[in-house]
């Protein structure tokens, strides 16, 4: 199965920066990556699927790049409510894995 | 609207039997995949399985098979994961989500707690 990395595992970033989450994958695949934002006691979101097409009423503060094995996600400008855990999950192949989450907590 | 609606909290004990349910509205239930995710406490997102209710192909995690069923009853538009003996290891919340690729609409949670 595709193993996801995610680094770093823990980022602090100040209200109103830029974070940069990144994911690698264990083998080679084209776009078939998504992004979800998971916040304590609230469902998974979708945010990013095809490694950059944003999902329907997801701000267009986040951006999905990248290709091949490796992806990245950014938030332009970190609002509050974006403070919680991200994770990649690749659906080229079966089964699907998701990478063990990077948590985005406030500096 | 569509809408994914879990059943409610578990409390179990090891060795027991368990069968927890997602049912779909809004969409057309048997064209779309079902998956459920597994987050055990303190820990990240894991992908379990995954059904399609209109024929009900269903696909396992390795690390899932044999662990878990998944099904799907149609005429219902409900899908579902069930445990023959549970271990304390079981004890998580579990999410079901629309799609076989990405997944755009999740249900509320369920969690499951094995304890003796």
């Known amino acids: 199965e595709i193993v996801m990395t995610q680094s770093p595992a823990t980022l602090s970033v100040s209200p109103g920066e830029r974070a940069t989450l990144s994911c690698r994958a264990s083998q080679n695949f084209s776009s078939n990556l998504a992004w979800y934002q998971h916040k304590p006691g609230q469902a998974p979101r979708l945010l990013i699927y095809g490694a950059s097409t944003r999902a329907t009423g997801i701000s267009a503060r986040f951006s999905g790049s990248g290709s091949g094995t490796e992806f990245t996600l950014t938030i332009s400008s970190l609002q509050s409510e974006d403070f919680a855990v991200y994770y990649c999950q690749q659906y080229n192949n079966w089964p699907r894995t998701f990478g063990q989450g990077t948590k985005v907590e406030i500096k | 609207e569509v809408q994914l609606v879990q059943s409610g909290a578990e409390v179990r004990k090891p060795g027991e039997s368990l ?98």
């Open chain 2, 19 to 116: 069968k927890i349910s997602c049912q779909g509205s809004g969409y057309s239930f048997t064209n779309y995949w079902i998956g459920w995710v597994r987050q055990m406490p303190g820990k990240g997102l894991e992908w379990m399985g995954i059904i399609y209710p209109g024929d009900s192909d269903t696909r396992y995690s390795p690390s899932f098979q044999g662990q878990v069923t998944i099904s799907a009853d149609k005429s219902i538009s409900t899908a579902y994961v069930q445990w023959s003996s549970l271990k304390a290891s079981d004890t998580a919340m579990y999410y079901c989500a629309r799609g076989s690729g990405w997944w755009d609409y999740w249900g509320q949670g369920t969690l499951v707690a094995v304890s003796s």
